[in-house]
């Protein structure tokens, strides 16, 4: 008996999820018709792993496949920051680096969404993505450059629950002192950003991950154009 209810239970919370999944698909379709229309714009995928090509690189890369799909006048593009000289910002003595070049991609007026990916090290984000940030406060200083600018956050662990979403909001607290909208992953899953579990230099196989990651990758293209649209 208690085994037939537990089925019976459990089967129920599947439908429920298939129709709540059905609705908010429906919801998300009826949401983006409905959006202002908007010119061609751009979302880059900043990837702040020391690691060129690897599995946070991947992720912004799902993101950004995800995004793309959102319309047809919305275009790509992943920048990795290995390799680059991106010095620890110090306000006594600012040496830029390589943080000039690619702080002009960013503040193009044509990008209207940026993905910030990060591995995750003792549950924070890596010193090459906090130097980042840091050096961005030549974008504070140049008008807030990067101000209304659609911001999301992807955030890559070598095991689930070790630190991601911790790492995801200490980079979103950065985000908004630069006057960008910040956004989660969208429905169904619908939380802080993009989550994901790395097996052997692979996130391949972290199905819930992946599907963070696209979610994360549609609500950054969808507010940057409801956003962008709304400005024309």
Request: with cysteine.
């Amino acid at each position: 008996m208690a085994e037939n209810l537990t089925r019976r239970a459990l089967l129920g919370a599947a439908g429920a999820a298939v129709v709540a999944g059905v609705a908010s698909g429906a919801a998300l379709a009826a949401e983006s018709k409905d959006a202002p229309r908007a010119g061609p714009i751009k979302i880059v995928g900043l990837s702040c792993s020391p690691r060129k090509g690897k599995t946070t690189a991947a992720a912004l890369q799902v993101c950004l496949d995800a995004a793309k799909a959102v319309g047809p006048n919305i275009e790509v593009e992943l920048i990795e920051l290995a390799g680059k000289n991106i010095p620890v910002f110090d306000p006594a003595a600012p040496v830029a680096g390589d943080f000039d070049q690619v702080a002009a991609k960013l503040t193009d007026p044509k990008v209207a969404g940026i993905i910030v990916g990060t591995p995750v090290y003792f549950s924070g984000m890596s010193s090459l993505c906090k130097a980042f940030l840091d050096q961005c406060m030549a974008c504070r200083k140049n008008n807030f450059a990067l101000a209304n600018k659609v911001g999301g956050v992807v955030a890559v662990g070598g095991v689930r629950n070790g630190g991601q979403e911790l790492a995801i909001q200490s980079v979103q607290a950065a985000l908004m002192c630069q006057e960008m909208i910040v956004v989660g992953d969208a429905r169904p899953t619908g939380h802080t950003g993009a989550t994901l579990l790395n097996t052997g230099d692979d996130i391949s196989g972290d199905e819930f991950g992946l599907s963070t990651a696209k979610n994360l990758g549609r609500r950054v293209a969808e507010v940057a154009l409801r956003v962008a649209g709304a400005a024309r």
